[in-house]
């Protein structure tokens, strides 16, 4: 271009081009310092300039964005519960919406937000499937997949400890939040079943414009979280609900008789997808023909309609819990030991976590059962044998007619009775079991159901079953094994106590069975850091035992005992020391100075003083206790004996 004004040459050519192939020429009336400058973004040349060079961007980073679609990253981490279902059918307009706005997104095209999309509507709608699904079709498109429970904020922390593991981390959920913030290879978190309306799952997601969450739960409020999106789940189309029923009942020679049939099923389950795979295991089962399944559902519905359901104002509600009801009135029909112990363990299962159930726990709780070493065993001479035996058999008493640990013999453990009633559980679609560990999972809607069909003059015993079978499964054995299990027993210990124990011990007595079953539920909470429910369980005990027993009783003491060792697991020492001294001075005047249980709680409250000597904070001028040094090593195997030996006496 003409680069002189007025005749009037500001620099010469050669400085102000590069003459090179392709150079986009702009003639500009400035000289080096000024030709960058412009006084108001309505100058024609700096408008000219803008436009130029942001179609010179776009050019250069299509090239880029065109490549992702074609590229294949190297999917390292891959951390799912579950593989999708062979089964599923349908929802493409919803996977499709997930692929246009759920891959991973290259920085030049700007998208810096994090994506996060959330599904939400009814449970057994098919939520989970459809993130399963997505995962597994897009597995090398991200660097790590990784699943979190999103029901509780315990299962949210444990979810983001499995990451850390399965990425060779030890770190606490804050750091692993703030590892992965910082991750720049494609990552995708999934948050399953954050139901909660009390639980703000969002104080969970990392931090920063990184990464891509799928979010499902039951809650329309959640759908504040999303950046790219949110869709409700509800019906599945006509024709794909058809197709679906077909596929899981396994009906390989349609007809237009089959697809009329069908048609009238899935309209009277209200395209439900849960509710149409579960009929889909009837009719596979062959327990019900096509013809007869509407009637079938009639006649159970009109007995359906007098329980009250959690989700009692949803008409879908009332058809998943339909569906369920007659799978059990097929249950039931069978008449055998087998369908008896299934509906035994399906009474069972709903004070539990609704994921994770194991055989070990029934194994756990026969063999302690049979070889009394969860410590009620009889620790002293013949001549309180009688005494003894009366009250070990206690925590016993609420098991001793449950049919899989009865049918699995007395020599030893038997494991066919317990596979074989959840296998039959498994062929309605009310359970499902993991082929790779054997683990059992639930819907969390089925294992609603499963409670609220409980009739409430038998709650209570039920409750008591399945809190003493927990209870019993832990021992007082201090192997590695034993840790792992009871770990593994934390999550169901929370749903067993959140469902009747705080009335329970309300008005309990200090001989009651529940103020055993808190003991060992204490010792799993401690040594899996839950200490401030553990101290709650314990000051619920001690105020019972203090009300019922009086203050100096030797279960009153060990009660006081525990709670100063809790106080020392959060750094109350001074509460800690003041309990302790309690224990320690009355222990002498009713037991003596040489009792084991003097002696005990002598070392424990020597501990608490040097733990608290080293704590920065504390005041205390006390000194520790002199304890003959032949006695150290014995006292401290005696920390946990101590409440195994007075649960035997």
């Given at each position: 271009g003409n680069f002189t004004h007025n005749s009037n040459q500001i620099v010469e050519k050669s400085s102000a081009l590069l003459e090179v192939n392709g150079e986009d020429q702009i003639p500009v009336d400035a000289n080096h310092s000024d030709m960058c400058k412009f006084e108001t973004r309505d100058d024609a040349v700096y408008d000219k300039l803008s436009k130029r060079i942001n179609r010179i961007l776009k050019a250069k980073s299509r090239p880029l964005i065109e490549s992702m679609g074609s590229t294949i990253l190297h999917n390292k981490y891959y951390n799912i519960p579950y593989n999708v279902s062979s089964t599923f059918t349908g929802r493409n307009k919803i996977c499709q919406r997930l692929q246009e706005t759920c891959l991973p997104s290259s920085v030049a095209m700007g998208l810096r937000d994090q994506k996060r999309f959330v599904l939400y509507g009814l449970g057994g709608s098919g939520k989970t499937q459809i993130c399963l699904k997505f995962a597994q079709d897009n597995r090398e498109k991200f660097?790590?997949?990784?699943?979190?429970?999103?029901?509780s904020s315990q299962t949210v922390e444990q979810g983001y400890k499995d990451i850390g593991r399965t990425c060779g981390l030890e770190h606490d959920v804050k750091s692993l939040q703030r590892w992965l913030s910082n991750v720049e290879d494609p990552w995708l978190l999934i948050f399953d079943n954050a139901d909660d309306?009390?639980?703000?799952?969002?104080?969970?997601?990392?931090?920063?414009?990184?990464?891509?969450?799928?979010?499902?739960?039951?809650?329309?409020?959640?759908?504040?979280?999303?950046?790219?999106?949110?869709?409700?789940l509800g019906q599945m189309e006509l024709d794909e609900a058809v197709l679906l029923l077909l596929r899981t009942a396994v009906v390989e020679n349609t007809s237009g008789d089959s697809e009329h049939l069908a048609r009238s099923i899935v309209q009277t389950l209200g395209c439900l997808a849960l509710a149409i795979v579960q009929a889909g295991a009837v009719l596979r089962q062959n327990l019900c023909t096509m013809q007869d399944y509407c009637s079938e559902y009639v006649r159970q519905r009109q007995q359906l309609l007098s329980y009250q359901p959690i989700q009692a104002s949803s008409d879908y509600e009332f058809t998943v819990y339909t569906t369920w009801e007659i799978s059990v009135g097929m249950i039931r029909k069978m008449s055998n030991k087998t369908a008896s112990n299934a509906l035994e363990l399906l009474q069972f299962s709903p004070f539990l976590h609704f994921d994770g159930i194991s055989e070990e726990i029934l194994k756990e709780a026969w063999v302690n059962m049979h070889s009394k070493e969860s410590g009620e065993n009889e620790q002293s001479g013949e001549n309180e044998q009688s005494e003894q035996s009366e009250q070990s058999e206690e925590p016993f008493k609420w098991i001793q007619h449950f049919g899989v640990l009865l049918d699995s013999g007395s020599n030893e453990w038997d494991p066919y009775p317990f596979r074989e009633a959840i296998a039959l559980l498994s062929a309605f679609s009310l359970i499902k079991i993991d082929g790779i560990n054997g683990q059992i999972s639930m819907h969390p809607l089925v294992c609603l159901w499963a409670r609220d069909r409980l009739v409430e003059k038998d709650y209570s015993n039920l409750w008591a079953q399945a809190a003493s079978i927990l209870a019993v499964s832990i021992s007082w054995e201090f192997r590695s094994s034993d840790y792992r299990f009871r770990r593994l027993l934390v999550p169901h210990i929370d749903s067993c106590l959140q469902s009747r124990l705080k009335e329970i011990l309300s008005t309990g007595d200090a001989e009651s069975i529940t103020l055993r079953i808190a003991d060992k539920f204490t010792l799993a909470y401690t040594e899996n850091g839950r200490y401030q429910d553990a101290i709650k369980l314990i000051e619920q005990v001690l105020e019972i035992?203090?009300?019922?027993l009086g203050d100096e009783h030797p279960d009153t003491l060990i009660s006081i005992n525990n709670l100063a060792l809790s106080y020392n697991n959060i750094g109350r020492w001074q509460d800690a020391i003041k309990l302790g001294e309690q224990a320690l001075e009355m222990s002498k005047r009713v037991l003596g100075d040489g009792h084991p249980d003097t002696l005990l709680y002598m070392e424990n409250l020597n501990k608490t003083i040097e733990l608290s000597e080293r704590d920065s904070d504390s005041e205390d001028g006390k000194k520790p206790l002199k304890i003959p040094s032949r006695l150290k090593k014995w006292i401290g195997k005696q920390r946990w004996a101590l409440s195994r030996d007075r649960e035997a006496r």
């Open positions: 660097w790590g997949i990784f699943w979190i429970d999103g029901s309306p009390l639980l703000d799952i969002s104080r969970y997601f990392p931090t920063g414009g990184r990464g891509t969450i799928l979010l499902t739960t039951r809650n329309p409020d959640c759908r504040i979280h999303a950046t790219v999106g949110s869709v409700e035992r203090k009300r019922v």
